[in-house]
């Protein structure tokens, strides 16, 4: 038995599916078993699925049976796929209106495949709704809070590329009018078997690309992050707090830091244990994050100490700053913890050029306001 090139490009479809299920399983359990990628490994099983039924197409007793059949599979991963970068953005995988446009687009299948048979009809509506779903999901990856990275915006042109291809290949299937047109029917073969089978195998590599990355940005977020409050831990800070430096530095704005301490946190931990500890730096954390607006830096760069830069024309604007700080905190502690009474100790510098020497500066003058009594805001003026 001699096989076609349709046939040997169909079982190189199957084969490339089974492959990337495989991956896309193995990166699932990697990734804290993430149900986005588990979406990403159906799409290749159907896909898979997809190469068998066109493989072997000639067990349909029907040839309109086999084409409504292999078009509902390739909606299918069409919708998969769309859900699975949906759930990696953060929003809802399927909604009434992406569930009522794939039942639309079969339904067209169906349509003019059994009641008014139309060649060119019949065959646009997959890759039509391909293209429209390849640039919906590079809208997907293209929503984000952050800046896109490297992987992302590669992964955007090729799906963008992808769509296009998909969009052609509509369109010849189209050119052919009511009836089957060789020439245009050739043209459509060829678009799909010489480019589809890249496009798709490109497809999966650069959407594990993007999920490489997540892992790496990952590790890198929680390599600056402390664990216990969410904030940045002292390297995180020094990190942005030297970066807002170097920003300021090309501008007029003067920056200064203030450093917090707890007081009596010790207390706390030894009277009520390291549980309510926790929840005190949790606490005075998301208090503190909430009284700073852009481009502040905050971080927990101790036990129960913390340091904020923020911008300030002078050592009094950063001054009152800190007491308005400190007062916030005492006061929400006063009405939500009265048992505990939480309050702190701040100590303020400017930053001329050196980071380091202002927050040694700004942590000596906070020991003086433990020394002065403690809940209280010293200012260092060198």
Same mark, same amino acid.
């Given at each position: 038995?001699?096989?076609?090139?349709?046939?040997?490009?169909?079982?190189?479809?199957?084969?490339?599916?089974?492959?990337?299920?495989?991956?896309?399983?193995?990166?699932?359990?990697?990734?804290?078993?993430?149900?986005?990628?588990?979406?990403?490994?159906?799409?290749?099983?159907?896909?898979?699925?997809?190469g068998?039924?066109?493989?072997?197409?000639?067990?349909?007793?029907?040839?309109?049976?086999?084409?409504?059949?292999?078009?509902?599979v390739?909606?299918?991963?069409?919708?998969? /796929?769309?859900?699975?970068?949906?759930?990696?953005?953060?929003?809802?995988?399927?909604?009434?209106?992406?569930?009522?446009?794939?039942?639309?687009?079969?339904?067209?299948?169906?349509?003019?495949?059994? @009641?008014?048979?139309?060649?060119?009809?019949?065959?646009?509506?997959?890759?039509?709704?391909?293209?429209l779903?390849?640039?919906?999901?590079?809208?997907?990856?293209?929503?984000?809070?952050?800046?896109l990275?490297? /992987?992302?915006?590669?992964?955007?042109? @090729?799906?963008?590329?992808?769509?296009?291809?998909?969009?052609?290949s509509?369109?010849?299937? @189209?050119?052919?009018?009511?009836?089957?047109?060789?020439?245009?029917?050739?043209?459509?073969?060829?678009?799909?078997?010489?480019?589809?089978?890249?496009?798709?195998?490109?497809?999966?590599l650069?959407?594990?690309?993007?999920?490489?990355?997540?892992?790496?940005?990952?590790?890198?977020?929680q390599?600056?992050?402390?664990?216990?409050?969410?904030?940045?831990?002292?390297?995180?800070?020094?990190?942005?707090?030297?970066?807002?430096?170097r920003?300021?530095?090309?501008?007029?704005?003067? @920056? /200064?830091?203030?450093?917090?301490?707890?007081?009596?946190?010790?207390?706390?931990?030894?009277?009520?244990?390291?549980?309510?500890?926790?929840?005190?730096?949790?606490?005075?954390?998301?208090?503190?994050?909430?009284?700073?607006?852009?481009?502040?830096?905050?971080?927990?760069?101790?036990?129960?100490?913390?340091?904020?830069?923020?911008?300030?024309?002078d050592?009094?604007?950063?001054?009152?700053?800190?007491?308005h700080?400190?007062?916030?905190?005492?006061?929400?502690?006063?009405?939500?913890?009265?048992?505990?009474?939480?309050?702190?100790?701040?100590?303020?510098?400017?930053?001329?050029?050196?980071?380091?020497?202002?927050?040694?500066?700004?942590?000596?003058?906070?020991?003086q306001?433990?020394?002065?009594?403690?809940?209280?805001?010293?200012?260092?003026?060198?």
């Amino acid at each position: 038995m001699t096989l076609s090139d349709i046939d040997l490009i169909n079982i190189s479809q199957f084969l490339i599916s089974l492959m990337m299920t495989v991956v896309f399983l193995l990166a699932w359990k990697i990734m804290e078993k993430k149900t986005y990628v588990l979406m990403w490994a159906l799409f290749y099983v159907f896909a898979a699925v997809n190469g068998v039924l066109n493989a072997i197409n000639d067990v349909f007793p029907d040839r309109n049976l086999y084409w409504v059949v292999v078009n509902a599979v390739s909606l299918l991963t069409q919708l998969l /796929a769309l859900a699975g970068f949906r759930m990696r953005a953060g929003r809802m995988p399927l909604t009434h209106l992406i569930l009522g446009y794939f039942a639309l687009v079969l339904s067209l299948v169906v349509v003019f495949t059994y @009641l008014y048979p139309h060649m060119g009809l019949r065959m646009v509506f997959i890759p039509a709704s391909g293209a429209l779903v390849v640039v919906a999901i590079a809208r997907e990856i293209w929503r984000t809070d952050q800046a896109l990275r490297t /992987a992302e915006i590669s992964a955007i042109v @090729l799906f963008m590329l992808y769509a296009l291809v998909q969009a052609t290949s509509g369109t010849l299937a @189209l050119l052919q009018g009511a009836e089957r047109d060789a020439y245009f029917l050739n043209l459509y073969s060829q678009v799909n078997f010489l480019f589809m089978p890249a496009f798709f195998a490109g497809l999966g590599l650069f959407t594990l690309l993007i999920l490489v990355d997540d892992l790496a940005s990952k590790l890198k977020r929680q390599a600056i992050t402390d664990y216990l409050t969410g904030l940045l831990n002292r390297r995180g800070f020094k990190q942005q707090a030297d970066a807002l430096i170097r920003q300021q530095h090309k501008s007029s704005d003067r @920056l /200064a830091v203030i450093v917090a301490d707890i007081d009596h946190f010790k207390n706390i931990n030894d009277q009520y244990g390291h549980q309510i500890g926790d929840e005190v730096l949790q606490y005075v954390s998301r208090g503190m994050r909430q009284l700073l607006s852009p481009p502040a830096v905050m971080g927990r760069t101790g036990g129960e100490e913390f340091a904020v830069v923020i911008q300030a024309k002078d050592i009094r604007a950063a001054e009152l700053f800190a007491e308005h700080l400190r007062h916030q905190l005492s006061e929400q502690s006063r009405n939500t913890n009265p048992d505990l009474h939480i309050t702190g100790s701040f100590g303020v510098a400017m930053i001329n050029d050196s980071l380091e020497q202002a927050l040694i500066q700004a942590d000596h003058a906070m020991y003086q306001a433990k020394s002065a009594g403690r809940n209280r805001v010293v200012v260092t003026h060198t």
